[in-house]
């Protein structure tokens, strides 16, 4: 089993739709979450940390389960520039090492 | 620019070649980490520095891989013998590596390695 697993989409939605990406990680003593984002042959840029309470940012609403091991992002109101790969990270061992699990990321592409 | 930079951003080879990618750190970043990603996957975790110790390697960094960071700024990251499964992006990433903090990995633009 993937110590991080994502749906890989692709993801097709009209302008203004709003879309749900899931996620689950396998290990259960995990400490920091986070959305990643990657645009076409481009690096990795934060979107955005995850945490217990949930969190939001703008259009884009991040929750954390630790109970279901799983982590959501969701972007309301899509713009044609939210056309990325969504990459969901996971930190298993908090500060030890600080290296970062990614997912195979999922692909959204937003249509005019 | 004060973000992470990389060098060469493309590199092709044959196989069999020696290669070596630079990576600079954004200043001050005490942590540095080599990932790479293959086509349709995320990145993959291979080395991590604090300062210029080289603290963790994953499995898949074989004995043809070999990552420095001589001087805790800069690193380097050198394959030897290269095979054409090695090709990939190669990305790297620093953090500032501040106790109590959450500590936001910065990713470079990467080297893109294509091995004939």
């Known amino acids: 089993r993937k110590e991080v697993e994502q749906d890989p989409g692709p993801f097709n939605v009209p302008e203004g739709a709003t879309v749900a990406f899931n996620c689950t990680y396998s290990?259960?003593?995990?400490?920091?979450f986070f959305w990643y984002r990657q645009d076409c042959r481009k690096e990795p840029k934060l979107l955005m940390s995850v945490y217990s309470s949930g969190n939001e940012d703008g259009r884009f609403t991040a929750q954390l389960n630790r109970a279901s091991q799983y982590i959501s992002l969701l972007i309301r109101d899509s713009k044609l520039s939210d056309s990325a790969t969504y990459l969901c990270?996971?930190?298993?061992?908090?500060?030890?090492?600080?290296?970062?699990?990614f997912g195979t990321g999922t692909l959204l592409a937003v249509q005019p | 620019d004060t973000g992470v930079s990389q060098d060469p951003r493309h590199k092709i080879t044959k196989r069999g070649q020696n290669v070596t990618f630079r990576c600079d750190p954004i200043?001050?970043?005490?942590?540095l980490y080599w990932y790479r990603q293959t086509l349709g996957q995320g990145p993959e975790f291979l080395t991590y520095?604090?300062?210029?110790?080289?603290?963790?390697k994953s499995r898949l960094l074989s004995d043809r891989f070999s990552a420095e960071r001589p001087k805790g700024s800069f690193s380097t990251l050198e394959i030897q013998r290269t095979e054409q499964g090695d090709s990939a992006m190669y990305l790297c990433?620093?953090?500032?590596?501040?106790?109590?903090?959450?500590?936001?990995?910065?990713f470079g633009p990467g080297t893109r390695l294509t091995v004939l």
């Open positions: 990433a620093s953090s500032p590596g501040l106790a109590g903090t959450t500590d936001t990995q910065y």
């Open positions: 990270v996971v930190n298993p061992w908090g500060g030890a090492t600080n290296k970062l699990i």
């Open positions: 200043s001050e970043h005490n942590r």
């Open positions: 290990n259960s003593a995990s400490q920091s």
């Open positions: 520095f604090q300062n210029e110790a080289q603290l963790e």
